[in-house]
């Protein structure tokens, strides 16, 4: 966390490369950024002329002049002229997920967390970028006693994914670590985003989908895992934040407050829906952490951020997105 003070006076992007872009957390950072005046540059190797996940993520931003997509696989694409004039770069690009990285995919998730990461921050470096924004994650804390996590307390990931993730901020602190390192560095931990977009692997969207077309549920577990669910909008808020706060640097947990159970989604999804989702459990999965909960101080004191939206009405906004476009998201539960 040592860095530079001359380098820390970030202001509001006027141009900002996001990597990971046609993804979920990615493509609504972008938005948001063009709608505030910032030209992005949207770097990701899902290509939107071509994937049908990465077109129904851009679709919002077609039609807004100031987006401009880059089809590119971080880990072999020239990065330099990617930066060229940038204020700020926020690197979402990795491969998520939990499970499969304990499968033979482990060596597609070291690249594209690691590998790709160090690429980028050393083209950073070199273009001398004021601010790197790196997504990190809850993960990396592993099996808690159920209290806040802490972002001093000592990471102890729980999956092959985690330990990428822990890795992949630890590399850009490391580099902004350096003596006159002009970029200075701030690794958001995100816990649980969810709302419109969501990956389609991801519980809030199973669930509920599950609600809406009556097809059952797998659910890992006795549904008693509980997690800190964030609302993509205030995740976007706090990315942004992470960008102009003038001091900001180091990890920071970006966590929505609910710390709700598994059991209790489905609740909410059935409440909202008017259905009760038929649920067909599952043993638990290795690598799922019991509870994940954000302690939120060092959020409020370093980015002036607290989330606004809670569980219920996250999910409604998300149901809504679901049901007015029912057979792009129409896949099993
Ligand atoms: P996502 O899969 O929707 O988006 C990730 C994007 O990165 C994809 O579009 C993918 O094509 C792209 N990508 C992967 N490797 C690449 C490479 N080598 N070159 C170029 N592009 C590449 O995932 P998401 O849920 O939007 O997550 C975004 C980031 O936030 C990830 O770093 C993830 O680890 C982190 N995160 C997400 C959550 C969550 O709840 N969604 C929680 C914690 C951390």
Redesign the pocket.
Known sequence: MTQQLSHQHASFPRRAVV??A?????SHLAHALVQAGTVVIG????DPATDRT?ATNLAPLRTLPGYIHVA????GCAIEPLLIDADAVFH?????GVHPSWGPQFSDYV??NIL?TQRLLDAAVRMRIPRLIV????SVYGATDGGHSVETDHPQPASPYAVT?LAEEQLCLAHAAQPHCPTSVVALR?F??YGPRQ?TD?FTHRALLSALTGQPLRLYGDGHHRRDFTYIDDAVAATIAAATAPDAHGTINVGGGSNTSLLEVISIANSLVGRDIEVHQENPRHGDVLTTRAHPGRAQEVLGWQPQVDLHSGMHAHMQTLAAEPTRYNRAA
Request: no cysteine; charged share 20%.
């Open positions: 990597t990971g046609s993804g979920f957390i990615g770097v990701d190797r899902r990465a590119a696989d971080l880990i979402l690009a990795a491969i998520p690249a594209s790709a997504a990190s994650s809850s993730k995100y649980t985003v990956r991801m």
